[in-house]
Every structure is written in structure tokens, then in C-alpha cells.
């Protein structure tokens, strides 16, 4: 059975960074895109950045332009989100997910998910 684990969050002070992975097992993901979307309380769930198997294409949200940076080891089945200069407004369950069938960033177009690592940017 396919299964997405997260890992790297926590709480951070404003304008500190973490590192998020997310590590595949069950099966191997490749040639399928894996992004990351998060969601606060009493918000819906909104994309973050998501990137190609190969690597060599990456979308992010404006809000997080310049800030995020998203990586992959295929060697590993494993995808990273870098955080930076990171805002309160970032405090969210940072989830990540695999295998879109059309959109990349739209979150019910994903089949896979993880269970979510919560992120709270607080000082």
C-alpha cells in the first residue's frame, strides 16, 4: 500500500526556517509530479510549491515566492520543502502529496496523500 509520511515540522520563531520531507514508500512514485499544500484552521487547503519527477520543473504560490524551495531525491522517494523567513501567516498542517491527474496545484486532483506535519510560525 502506497503511503506518504511527513516530517520536519514544528515551531519556529518569525524569520527562522525548517525543512519539510516527505518520504514515499509501498511504491515508487517515479514519473509522477509530488507537491505540498497546507491548511490553517477554518481555512481550505491551499497549494505551496509542487515539482516534477525529473526536477527540472517547480510551480510555487505567489505567497511563498522566494521564500520556499522544493527538492526531490528519487533515490530516496523522498521531497523536500525548504521554508525560509518564515511568517506567522505560514502557521498550517503542511501535507504532501503525489500523482495529479490534471492540475498540479489544485489538491483533489492529488491521489496520494501523507497525514500532515503540523508548522507553527509564532514568536
Known amino acids: 500500500q502506497a503511503q506518504l509520511v511527513e516530517s520536519g515540522g514544528g515551531l519556529v520563531q518569525p524569520g527562522g526556517s525548517l525543512r519539510l520531507s516527505c518520504t514515499a514508500s509501498?511504491?515508487?512514485?517515479?514519473?509522477?509530479?509530488m507537491g505540498w499544500f497546507r491548511q490553517a484552521p477554518g481555512k481550505e487547503r491551499d497549494f505551496v510549491a509542487v515539482?516534477?519527477?525529473?526536477?527540472?520543473?517547480?510551480y510555487y504560490a505567489e505567497s511563498v515566492k522566494g521564500r520556499f524551495t522544493i527538492s526531490n531525491d528519487n533515490a530516496k522517494n523522498t521531497v523536500y520543502l525548504q521554508m525560509n523567513n518564515l511568517k506567522p501567516e505560514d502557521t498550517a498542517v503542511y501535507y504532501c502529496?503525489?500523482?495529479?491527474?490534471?492540475?498540479?496545484?489544485?489538491?483533489?486532483?492529488?491521489?496520494?496523500w501523507g497525514q500532515g506535519t503540523q508548522v507553527t510560525v509564532s514568536s
Open positions: 515539482i516534477s519527477w525529473s526536477g527540472s520543473t517547480t
Open positions: 509501498g511504491r515508487t512514485f517515479s514519473s509522477v509530479p
Open positions: 502529496a503525489a500523482d495529479p491527474d490534471g492540475s498540479w496545484t489544485k489538491w483533489d486532483d492529488y491521489h496520494y
